[in-house]
């Protein structure tokens, strides 16, 4: 079945610690996305990528990196430069310039700093 | 920047009941899309309905429509008959192609909880 994968589904990090979350996809898309999600608040941009070897900073870059050398991986690195890491982050990818574009989501991973 | 507003951080509804929610937008560009995703206790997001910028016709999948008013920026959401599962965080977003840089941007508005009684 094709669709958005990540892992781990929890993580847990210690203080000054790098951590990198994992986001493959099967689905042929160029875009992908990563988003930060903290109680009660929406979805904020953190990274995204349109094609292989690019990216771009989204609202809250500080504190994280991205790569994205294959299609279908585009993993992100929380440093220790991040800091309140504790939070929910969701992987997305889209299709774009087609009909019936929409964005396809992980089920996120729930990451806590111990 | 794209910006998606959702005003109404909660809501309730009885069941059976129809609840409309609202969201505006704001974009330059002329080909863009518009989504409205529901998050249950899982966290897993579920798309709802999408509406295609060019179309003029409302987008209407089972119990759920939108009122799309493109001049006005306007994206509301229309659930009829509510039910209990219907009881989630709702998202509206826009995913905006910017022409001339090949690249597309998803755009999340903050959310409304959404609270069906039995």
């Known amino acids: 079945d094709g669709g958005i994968t990540q892992s781990p589904k929890y993580l847990f990090r210690k203080e000054g610690q790098n951590v990198t979350l994992s986001c493959e996809q099967n689905l042929n898309h160029d875009a992908m996305y990563w988003y930060r999600q903290d109680p009660g608040q929406g979805l904020r941009l953190i990274y995204y990528s349109q094609i292989v070897n690019d990216f771009q900073k989204g609202d809250i870059a500080e504190g994280y990196s991205v790569s994205r050398e294959k299609k279908e991986s585009f993993p992100l690195t929380v440093t220790s430069a991040q800091k309140n890491p504790t939070a929910f982050y969701l992987c997305?990818?889209?299709?774009?310039?087609?009909?019936?574009?929409?964005?396809?989501f992980g089920q996120g991973t729930r990451l806590t700093v111990v | 920047a794209q910006t998606v507003t959702q005003s109404q951080p909660e809501m309730s509804v009885q069941e059976a009941e129809t609840v409309t929610l609202s969201c505006t937008y704001d974009?330059?560009?002329?080909?863009?899309?518009l989504f409205w995703y529901k998050q249950p206790p899982s966290r897993q997001m579920i798309l709802v309905i999408r509406q295609e910028a060019y179309k003029q016709q409302n987008a209407t999948e089972n119990r759920f429509s939108v009122n799309f008013q493109k001049a006005a920026k306007s994206f509301s959401l229309k659930i009829s008959d509510s039910q209990l599962g219907d009881t989630a965080m709702y998202f509206c977003a826009s995913l905006t192609a910017y022409s001339g840089a090949g690249s597309y941007q998803l755009t999340f508005g903050k959310g409304t909880k959404l609270s069906v009684i039995p």
């Open positions: 997305a990818s889209s299709v774009t310039g087609r009909r019936n574009t929409e964005a396809f």
């Open positions: 974009t330059s560009e002329s080909n863009y899309y």
